[in-house]
C-alpha cells in the first residue's frame, strides 16, 4: 500500500542480484547471508543461484511464516524447497514471532539453512 502521507518522499533505487554484486566486487565467498525483504526472499535467493549453486554461500538466515495467505512472508516450506536445491539443509528455527489471538498459521520467525558439507 502506498503511503500518502504529506511529507512522503520518492526515492529511485538500483537494484542488482547477489550474483551480480559479488562478480563485480571480487566477492569470493560469503559465511552468512541474512535476508529480510518482506517477500521477496525468494527472489532474491534467485538473483544468488549461482553463489548458492557452487557453495560460496556457508549458511543463509531469513524470515518464513507459515501461511500461504500471507503475501508479505514466503513460506518456510517454499523457502526449503529452494534451498534443498541449491544443496542446503533446514538448521533450526529461531525468534518465532505469533501473532496475538492468532493461529500458528499466522506465526513466522527465521530459519537458519546451512550448506551441506
Known amino acids: ?21 559479488c562478480a563485480g566486487n571480487a566477492i569470493a565467498g560469503i559465511y552468512l ?4 525483504t518482506e ?3 525468494i527472489e532474491v535467493l534467485e538473483g544468488a543461484r549461482q553463489n548458492l549453486g557452487v557453495g560460496s554461500i556457508g ?7 507459515f501461511d500461504s495467505k500471507n503475501r508479505r512472508i514466503i513460506t518456510e516450506t517454499a523457502t526449503t524447497e ?14 518465532v514471532t505469533h ?3 492468532r493461529a ?3 506465526s513466522f520467525g527465521n530459519a537458519l539453512f546451512v550448506r551441506q558439507a
Open 99 to 101: 501473532y496475538e489471538n
Open 1 to 21: 500500500m502506498k503511503n500518502s502521507a504529506s511529507d512522503v518522499r520518492s526515492e529511485t533505487v538500483t537494484i542488482d542480484t547477489l550474483d551480480n554484486y
Open 59 to 65: 549458511a543463509v538466515f531469513c524470515e518464513v511464516g
Open 82 to 95: 529452494n534451498l534443498m536445491e541449491q544443496g542446503y539443509f533446514f538448521y533450526g528455527l529461531y525468534d
Open 104 to 106: 500458528m498459521g499466522e
Open 33 to 36: 547471508l541474512k535476508i529480510d
Open 39 to 41: 517477500g521477496y526472499e
